[in-house]
């Protein structure tokens, strides 16, 4: 099937052009007559003549093997501020920027409908290869544009994004954090070590909780005989071949835009395993609503309400959710836990608030955003640019693809103090203090996207990590159902898509990071049981490891029109890449990048560590604008509920060399992963 096509595809436009973000001079929408260069121009590896940069991916070459969390270090050191890199084989180039004021102003300045790019062979899937019939469908968030895009965000927003309705979930995704720290205790073996794979623990609580928000539903995820073919652990399982293959396809070179590839065959595979195993828990869903199998307390599940509105887009939503929310945050919860293990202060503190606090807990918060910003699952936002722009003395066109390396810049001195030390506090000290978060630029950070193009499951991911269902709220594929049964049908689908290992990812990352700073991790336990409430601390733990270990690399755009930045002339429709993670440890946005400080997102203005003293466009781990991760609130729900469940039962600590990162589509977190699990 669709074995031979030709080079250029309906989702690949030969004139688009791909850039990444990342420094910052002179920025502004491109006028005639301005002494800019072309973006051909703009500095980057070799260029030969037909082959154009290919040969520095082969082996030999400058970039060959260097397709790791590795890379965006190289470019910057190596070529300086903003970076060409020619597309090979039909793919749009890409240039990257290392500075958060060209992000600010391309991504603000965009038109209304801002172009994500990214996910072009899930896209060419869904579009083409997996087209039922001639009728246009809208396809999901994740791989929809402009006013297909618009309409399909309309209709889920009230059901995704409204804060009140989102802490209605509170109670239940609870139950399963209880549920988890169960499991683990009867996991550890005599050392308080789980020797079993603690990415695939994580899935599974990742997955149990998107699937009870997303589908009004347990999936039993947590059965101790739940066999290895179970659609539970295969779902999981595709959702990690997925995203392995986005990486081989959409950003490195290959030649599937002709022909096709042995990844390309593998990829269509996992795509039409993903469908087939959303539309299994969908319909199991769909068919107990019908039976009136509904909570006990009656509460609409996201699919349920989405079905109300309208059942195709139901589905959609609810199929994205499980592709995107299982390794997603599983990854932040292993960073989260790494962070913890290696901070035993700071964990010791996030459990003392823990233990007092019931409702707010502010230092749970901000373990959670340092987590976000020093393991992010994702190093950057991505755009394609709706005009043209100057960038740092470059016209960048209209349609080029834009990085915002908010990975690599969140962990610059420049931007926060002590970038790569573990400091929650600076998300919740006095604005006087110098680790302030807010001292900042608010581009840095951005782990859930930016704008209306923001992550739209970031409400739940944080919330995951928090509290109990208090009423039965009705699951997401619920409420939609009764909006748009095709709109919850697809929301739900790509909530199990993207909603898995993203949330995985960024546990580990904070419990990793916690164990390695033991001392925020006692001043985190410290808040979580004594704070009812806000948990400031906890917020400022998530950010940090956000942006020491964040789940994305950067934010994606396309140009909507010429921009001119870094003194070159970007074009219009070109991919622009802000490097975030890269920008979010270095030292001149963050004060000690490299150290895990979640003080620096709660201090006083006044200290040097404080966030808010460097640009807000370094961080932003969930995107940015109207693009920015819908899944955002869903995402912190479940990381703060889990996070505090796990430091109040933990004390969480990490033996061996420090914990290596495979960077992909996502960031992962390569085993063994020597945590300790001791009972507090």
């Not at 823990?354 to 755009?383: H, Q």
Request: charged content about 25%; glycine content about 6%.
């Amino acid at each position: 099937m669709n074995t031979i096509r030709r080079s250029v595809i309906n989702i690949v436009v030969v004139n688009q052009r791909c850039l990444r973000f990342t420094s910052t001079n002179t920025i502004k929408d491109s006028e005639e007559g301005n002494n800019v260069k072309s973006w051909k121009e703009i500095p980057g590896p070799s260029t030969l003549p037909i082959i154009g940069q290919l040969h520095n991916f082969l082996p030999g070459g400058s970039l060959y093997g260097r397709f790791d969390e590795k890379l965006p270090g190289y470019l910057y050191e190596t070529y300086g501020p903003i970076v060409r890199l020619e597309g090979n084989f039909g793919s749009p180039p890409m240039i990257f920027l290392y500075d958060a004021e060209p992000a600010m102003h391309i991504f603000r300045n965009e038109n209304i409908l801002p172009l994500r790019p990214g996910f072009q062979s899930l896209e060419y899937f869904r579009k083409t290869y997996n087209k039922k019939s001639d009728a246009v469908e809208s396809t999901g968030l994740l791989t929809e544009h402009e006013e297909a895009w618009k309409k399909f965000r309309s209709a889920v927003n009230p059901v995704m994004l409204q804060p009140k309705t989102i802490k209605l979930y509170t109670g239940i995704l609870a139950e399963v954090a209880d549920d988890m720290i169960s499991r683990m205790k009867n996991l550890r073996n005599k050392d308080n070590i789980i020797e079993s794979e603690l990415n695939m623990e994580m899935n599974l609580w990742s997955l149990e909780s998107i699937g009870l928000v997303a589908l009004g539903r347990r999936l039993n995820c947590f059965d101790p005989n739940l066999p290895e073919d179970s659609p539970v652990k295969e779902l999981i399982k595709v959702v990690h071949e997925i995203f392995y293959c986005m990486d081989k396809l959409d950003f490195q070179p290959s030649l599937w835009r002709y022909f096709s590839t042995p990844a390309f065959k593998r990829a269509m595979k996992h795509y039409e395993d993903q469908i087939r195993l959303s539309e299994y828990f969908i319909e199991m869903a769909i068919k107990e609503l019908k039976e009136e199998k509904k909570y006990q307390n009656g509460e609409k599940g996201i699919l349920e309400k989405l079905l109300e509105i309208d059942q195709k887009v139901a589905v959609i939503m609810a199929s994205d959710m499980l592709l995107a929310g299982v390794d997603t945050t599983a990854t932040t919860i292993i960073a989260l836990l790494y962070l913890l293990a290696n901070n035993p202060e700071k964990q010791k503190k996030l459990r003392n608030e823990i233990m007092t606090a019931k409702d707010k807990r502010p230092y749970l918060r901000a373990c959670i955003k340092e987590s976000l910003r020093l393991l992010p699952v994702v190093g950057g936002n991505f755009r394609q640019t709706t005009k043209d722009y100057d960038v740092l003395g470059y016209r960048i066109p209209k349609k080029m693809f834009v990085v915002v390396a908010n990975q690599y810049m969140s962990q610059m001195e420049k931007y926060y103090p002590k970038p790569h030390e573990f400091i929650p506090e600076r998300w919740i000290v006095d604005k006087n203090d110098p680790l302030y978060y807010g001292n900042t630029h608010p581009f840095v950070h951005t782990p859930f996207g930016y704008g209306v193009r923001s992550c739209i499951e970031m409400a739940i991911k944080e919330l995951k990590e928090e509290k109990k269902y208090q009423n039965g709220e009705k699951g997401i594929l619920e409420k939609l159902l009764e909006i748009d049964q095709k709109v919850a049908v697809i929301m739900a689908s790509d909530m199990l898509l993207a909603g898995v290992d993203t949330t995985a990812t960024t546990i580990i990352a904070l419990l990793y990071l916690l164990a390695n700073n033991p001392e925020k991790q006692k001043k985190l336990r410290n808040e979580i049981m004594t704070a009812k409430d806000k948990r400031p601390y906890l917020r400022a733990c998530i950010k940090e490891s956000l942006r020491l270990l964040p789940v994305v690399g950067g934010n994606f755009r396309q140009t909507t029109k010429d921009y001119d930045v870094l003194g070159y002339r970007i074009p219009k429709k070109m991919f622009v890449v802000v490097a975030n993670q890269y920008m979010s440890q270095m030292e001149k946005y963050y004060p000690k990048p490299h150290e895990f400080i979640p003080e620096r997102w709660i201090v006083d203005k006044n200290d040097p560590l404080y966030y808010g003293n460097t640009h807000p466009f370094v961080h932003t781990p969930f995107g940015y604008g109207v693009r920015s991760c819908i899944g955002r609130r869903i995402a912190e729900l479940e990381i703060e509920t889990f996070a505090a469940k796990l430091i109040q039962n933990f004390d969480v600590r990490w033996f061996g060399p420090p914990i290596k990162v495979r960077a992909t589509t996502l960031n992962y977190f390569v085993g063994p992963y020597n945590f300790i699990f001791n009972n507090v």
